[in-house]
């Protein structure tokens, strides 16, 4: 009986060539479906080990199910539904292994033979080590719907409760942003990208809102290994083991570092960039506040919000200490404790003065008295009456201490008598001498400190 499928006929087709050509159809006996089997030898060469051509030639197996170019019973190249597979082949040890692999879902695979690969899809490029782990990844976060489920950091309080996220919100079948601080879900009011608090805590808290958005510019890149369960940041770039870049646009690199704010930097070893467009580097250094940059090593947080720069030399994360540093007015701080410097200075004869960052000013010159008269009655001796210099219009409005000193040898036993007075107008004294006599020159030396 001649068995037909479709115009196909099977029993001529059974007689072609030789009896190497095989041709079949489903039925009970063969349930796996429709096929063909084209093979240089009789399969019961090559799938008897003891035949002289086990494992041995060519072939192409057809079916309902797919297409398998062989040699022998090991696959060069598979095709079904799942995916295009190309294999490279050990004839002696009956072995093969897969080198490279298409998906259905539009994946690419290439394999070393062990489990290295290199990984694509829809919406990412990877290189994976033999462990499985992705050390170069470029990816579009957003899902085959187009949307990014992002994740951004911020500081609320009662008097800072709204901010803007770094993209577009949608909320796609009917999804919600979350604000929580890990504890608790804050209630809000959207507006384009600003998200309002309405009931903010009463103290600073650290909060992170989840949102989705189908922004073009939701991507990503690594160089390196990210720390494992991390969130991934927009824009971001992780180089490095271990670090998490989870800010958007945020740049973490070395050593399980972390750049969790905006736009955030973080390198070396164990730093941290928590804050919106700060940086950290270093060794465990940690910048937590807005435009904040840290260096050095194991430097004491600024949880106050004071300086704009900071150098850390702190001997471990228990024992933080900062050896220099700089506040948001320009103050310098060292070892914790502020520095004075000169801001500014000036002069007006008989005057020269400084002023200091801490508020301090220091003021001195040289008075040449002309003609001082000794002639009052005084402590065995003879005294002046008080003569009196005007200080620089509005240097002063108080003063600490003043010092006056006769130059020289005082002028043939003239001297400082009785008191030296200072305002923050003037400074004045009386001069004194064992005779009554007038001097005619007496040069003196000031020296004023104050505010």
Request: contains cysteine; glycine residues 10%.
């Amino acid at each position: 009986m001649t068995t037909t499928m479709g115009s196909l006929d099977l029993g001529a087709l059974n007689n072609l060539y030789d009896e190497t050509q095989y041709f079949w159809f489903e039925s009970s006996a063969q349930p796996w479906g429709a096929g063909a089997h084209v093979t240089l030898y009789p399969q019961s060469e090559f799938t008897t080990s003891t035949h002289a051509n086990y494992l041995k030639g060519q072939n192409i197996l057809i079916n309902t199910d797919g297409i398998s170019i062989r040699n022998g019973l090991l696959p060069m190249m598979t095709l079904d539904n799942n995916s295009l597979d190309f294999n490279t082949i050990n004839t002696t040890a009956g072995t093969y292994t897969n080198v490279a692999s298409f998906g259905s879902s539009s994946t690419i695979g290439v394999t070393d033979g062990t489990q290295s690969y290199l990984y694509m899809d829809y919406h990412s490029v990877q290189a994976i080590d033999k462990e499985g782990i992705a050390y170069f990844d470029i990816h579009d976060l957003r899902d085959r719907e187009g949307y990014a489920e992002i994740k951004e950091n911020f500081v609320i309080s009662s008097t800072r409760k709204s901010f803007n996220v770094s993209f577009s919100v949608n909320s796609p079948n009917g999804y919600s942003p979350v604000i929580s601080d890990g504890t608790t879900n804050y209630a809000y009011t959207l507006y384009g990208q600003r998200f309002t608090i309405s009931n903010p805590p009463s103290t600073t808290t650290n909060v992170t809102i989840t949102y989705k958005t189908s922004s073009t510019d939701a991507k990503a890149y690594t160089l390196g290994v990210r720390r494992a369960g991390s969130n991934i940041g927009g824009l971001s770039l992780a180089e490095g083991n271990g670090v998490t870049a989870s800010g958007m646009c945020a740049h973490a690199e070395g050593y399980n570092t972390t750049a969790s704010g905006n736009y955030s930097h973080a390198g070396g070893i164990g730093t941290i960039a928590s804050s919106p467009a700060c940086v950290a580097f270093g060794l465990e250094t940690i910048a937590a506040r807005s435009g904040q940059m840290v260096i050095g090593r194991y430097n004491k947080e600024d949880t106050d919000g004071e300086y704009f720069f900071i150098i850390g030399n702190g001997s471990s994360a228990s024992a933080r200490s900062n050896a220099f540093a700089v506040g948001w007015n320009g103050q310098l701080y060292g070892n914790n404790n502020q520095l004075d410097y000169v801001i500014e200075t000036g002069s007006s004869s008989p005057w020269e003065w400084a002023k200091y960052a801490s508020g301090r000013i220091e003021c001195w010159g040289e008075k040449s008295w002309s003609n001082v008269d000794c002639k009052t009655s005084a402590g065995g001796g003879y005294r002046s009456a008080d003569v009196s210099q005007a200080l620089p219009s509005g240097l002063f409005t108080d003063i600490e201490s003043c010092q006056a000193t006769m130059k020289g040898s005082g002028g043939n036993g003239y001297t400082m008598a009785l008191r030296t007075l200072c305002t923050p107008t003037a400074i004045s004294q009386m001069f004194w001498n064992t005779s009554n006599a007038t001097k005619s020159t007496c040069i003196v030396d000031y020296y004023i400190i104050g505010t």
